[in-house]
T-cell receptor, first 113, second 115 residues
Framework: DQQVKQNSPSLSVQEGRISILNCDYT??????FLWYKKYPAEGPTFLIS?????DKNEDGRFTVFLNKSAKHLSLHIVPSQPGDSAVYFC????????????FGKGTKLSVKP | ETGVTQTPRHLVMGMTNKKSLKCEQH?????MYWYKQSAKKPLELMFV???????ENNSVPSRFSPECPNSSHLFLHLHTLQPEDSALYLC??????????????FGPGTRLTVL
């Protein structure tokens, strides 16, 4: 059973608007969450993370929100740019798991000019 | 070279072949990882090495054999693979295995096809 779920395989957004990518998890032991971005023919690159003791983390155009009671996190990109078009992976980890990142299946974001 | 590099980028092999995937990190990290990404599935962690010692093996079949001769190099030796092993194999590294401190940096992957 998947512990990290990204239920939307794809998302299309107009340039300049907000992109919201969602992620749900089932394991309440997770204490650290990360978002990765992947372009074709490249490996995933780290984007932003959040600790479970926080509910928001912001880095430039990217903001991650965490709702622990709902076991839900989201990545907001504002404003969206065509270069943001990529596959976005949500990942989670719990302390003591020796680097074992649990990934979602990813959401493909397309930002249209 | 910078970051994490992987060779070869593409590999086609028969089920009776033996091949190896190579990963090298130029970041001074102490932990290295092998992941598998199959079509329409999440990335799956296969192996974790910390300071050249294997610390995690996620129930991976013995036809996959990792080797970490030093903290900069990681190999995945392949033998008698099955067609269902065809996937993208990604290598990653991090400063430590404590992810609350450092994120993982990924290589571009090796696209493996088993005939």
């Amino acid at each position: 059973d998947q512990q990290v779920k990204q239920n939307s395989p794809s998302l299309s957004v107009q340039e300049g608007r907000i992109s919201i990518l969602n992620c749900d998890y089932t394991n309440s032991m997770f204490d650290y969450f990360l978002w990765y971005k992947k372009y074709p023919a490249e490996g995933p690159t780290f984007l932003i993370s959040i600790s479970s003791i926080k509910d928001k983390n912001e880095d430039g155009r990217f903001t991650v929100f965490l709702n622990k009671s709902a076991k839900h996190l989201s990545l907001h990109i504002v404003p969206s740019q065509p270069g943001d078009s990529a596959v976005y992976f949500c990942a989670a980890n719990y302390g003591g798991s020796q680097g074992n990142l649990i990934f979602g299946k990813g959401t493909k974001l397309s930002v249209k000019p | 070279e910078t970051g994490v590099t992987q060779t070869p980028r593409h590999l086609v092999m028969g089920m009776t072949n033996k091949k190896s995937l190579k990963c090298e990190q130029h970041l001074g990290h102490n932990a290295m990882y092998w992941y598998k990404q199959s079509a329409k599935k999440p990335l799956e962690l296969m192996f974790v090495y910390s300071l050249e010692e294997r610390v995690e093996n996620n129930s991976v079949p013995s036809r996959f054999s990792p080797e970490c001769p030093n903290s900069s190099h990681l190999f995945l030796h392949l033998h008698t693979l099955q067609p269902e092993d065809s996937a993208l194999y990604l290598c990653a590294s991090s400063q430590t295995t404590r992810l609350a401190v450092n994120e993982q940096f990924f290589g571009p992957g090796t696209r493996l096809t088993v005939l």
